[in-house]
């Protein structure tokens, strides 16, 4: 009844073919994101980068909160001048590009934060004063 002769070839054909997107994947991550330093020459953030790296999703929350909870919108400093807290107010001010810098990245990690459905990347707001 059973083709012996077929079973295990066939079963190794099948592993190779139902793990190949692991291991292929596993050899090559893809390119890491190189996102573009801000166009306007300032040298630091507004806390150090590895700091940024890890925990900016969170400090965006925290000045959101800070903003319009509390009414706190204190002026925080970033390379020898002050910017407003805000999502456009600060980072958008010196990450001006927002393809290259912050979707270099999330693109990367596949993260899509929703906001840029109410907040606009200086992009929209060039755009917006083309065509008004
Ligand atoms: C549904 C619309 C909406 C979405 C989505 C949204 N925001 Fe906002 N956000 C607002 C509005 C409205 C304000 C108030 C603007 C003001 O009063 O100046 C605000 C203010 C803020 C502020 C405080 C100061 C400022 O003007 O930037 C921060 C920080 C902020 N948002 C971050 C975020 C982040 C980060 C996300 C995505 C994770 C996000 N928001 C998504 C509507 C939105
Ligand atoms: C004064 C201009 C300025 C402001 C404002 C600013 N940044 Fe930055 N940011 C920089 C610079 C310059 C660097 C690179 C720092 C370095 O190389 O040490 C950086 C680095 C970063 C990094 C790390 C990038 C990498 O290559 O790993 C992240 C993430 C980041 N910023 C996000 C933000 C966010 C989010 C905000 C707003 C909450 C913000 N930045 C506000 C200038 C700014
Ligand atoms: C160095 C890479 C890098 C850069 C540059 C970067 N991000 Fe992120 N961001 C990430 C990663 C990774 C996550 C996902 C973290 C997680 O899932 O815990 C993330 C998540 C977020 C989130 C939360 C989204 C969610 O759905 O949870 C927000 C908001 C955000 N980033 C805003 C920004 C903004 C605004 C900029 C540009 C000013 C920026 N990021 C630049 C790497 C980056």
Not at 41 to 56: F, I, L, W, Y
Not at 60 to 69: F, G, I, S
Not at 105 to 130: G, M, R
Request: some cysteine; hydrophobic content about 35%; aromatic content about 10%.
């Amino acid at each position: 009844m059973y083709n012996k002769g077929l079973i295990i070839p066939g079963l190794v054909v099948f592993v190779f073919i139902a793990t190949f997107p692991l291991w292929y994947n596993g050899l090559s991550a893809g390119t890491a994101p190189k996102p573009e330093p801000p166009p306007g020459g300032e040298k630091t953030c507004v806390a150090p980068k590895e700091v940024m790296r890890s925990q900016h999703m969170v400090m965006l929350n925290q000045w959101r909160d800070e903003a319009l909870r509390d009414g706190l919108r204190t002026a925080v400093p970033a390379d020898g001048k002050e910017y407003r807290k805000g999502l456009q107010l600060a980072c958008m001010s010196c990450h001006t590009n927002k393809d290259k810098f912050c979707d270099a990245c999330h693109n990367y990690v596949a993260v899509q934060p929703y906001c840029w459905s109410c907040h606009l990347a200086p992009a929209d707001i060039a755009a917006k004063k083309e065509k008004p």
